[in-house]
């Protein structure tokens, strides 16, 4: 089956750094992946869609210029998230949906701690 | 706007049978997903429905009625392991990203 990963799985940092979490599909070309965010106890907030060679299209109510997103092939795609604060502590998660399937796969999902 | 609901929390005893509900408002409707999602995972696919029907898949089942914007996941012979979070997901068509969108999640608890 198709495979995403994600690093880091976990990451501490301080407030008012910035922090990159990957996403990578590997065995399959991924030419749209999503980003989600899960505070605890909630379920999945699509925070964008990333589409391979373009620009993301972030939902409603996200910060583009806080959450940057760059997919520059079509099996890596990043989210930076800039000046962390406390408050964006949460689980991230992406999936990564295939040239030929509208299925999407989930990664492991990343455990952001902002200090 | 898109919405969709599940309750919050359900609690079964181990080898029973339960079932979970989902209601949804939604444009574009491209299809319907439950997923299992356990404490500190990503969501794992369960089922996915398209088509007004049944579809069962060992112990799981899900049936879709797209006319009354309802689904429900059927979990039988309830172990303690199908102790997690299950999330409803509804597929919008509008565009060719074909975006999901979740529910709030029903955590379920099976007890001994």
């Known amino acids: 089956g198709a495979v995403v990963s994600q690093h880091p799985s976990r990451v501490i940092c301080k407030s008012g750094t910035s922090v990159k979490i990957e996403c990578r599909s590997l065995d399959f070309q991924a030419t749209t992946m999503f980003w989600y965010r899960q505070f605890p106890k909630q379920s999945l907030m699509l925070m964008a869609t990333s589409n391979e060679g373009s620009k993301a299209t972030y939902e409603q109510g996200v910060e583009k210029d806080k959450f940057l997103i760059n997919h520059a092939s079509l099996t890596l795609s990043t989210l930076t998230v800039t000046s962390a604060h406390p408050e964006d502590s949460s689980f991230y998660i992406c999936s990564a949906r295939g040239t030929e399937t509208y299925e999407q796969y989930f990664g492991p999902g990343t455990r952001l701690t902002v200090t | 706007g898109q919405n969709i609901d599940q309750p919050t929390e359900m609690t079964a005893t181990e080898g029973a049978i339960v079932q979970i509900n989902c209601t949804y408002q939604t444009s574009g409707f491209n299809g319907l997903f439950w997923y299992q999602q356990h404490a500190g995972e990503a969501p794992t696919f369960l089922s996915y429905?398209?088509?007004?029907g049944l579809e069962e898949k060992g112990r799981f089942s899900s049936f879709l009625s797209r006319s009354k914007g309802y689904s429900y996941l059927l979990l039988k012979e309830l172990q303690m392991k199908d102790s997690a979070s299950y999330l409803c997901a509804v597929r919008d068509g509008r565009d060719s990203s074909y975006k999901l969108i979740f529910g709030s999640g029903t955590r379920l608890l099976v007890r001994p």
């Open positions: 429905n398209v088509l007004d």
